[in-house]
């Protein structure tokens, strides 16, 4: 769905750029998903599960093209 968003700023920012951005975008989403975790009290092996889950439907979206 949202693959051909990703492609064009792909290829507006370069590879380079682009990997860097969403690295960082990745990262956060991750911090973001262990503080809800650590704030409601789920454990690490139900956090990393979640991460997964968000992997998943990262691909699925296309956010991953």
């Known amino acids: 769905m949202f693959a051909p968003i990703v492609i064009l700023v792909r290829q507006q920012l370069g590879k380079a750029k682009f990997n860097q ?15 809800f975790c650590n ?19 990262g691909k699925t979206l296309g956010l991953l093209a």
């Open 21 to 35: 951005v969403r690295g960082k975008a990745i990262a956060l989403h991750c911090q973001t998903i262990t503080n």
């Open 39 to 57: 704030w409601v009290g789920i454990d690490a092996k139900k956090r990393q599960n979640l991460i997964r889950l968000a992997k998943s439907n």
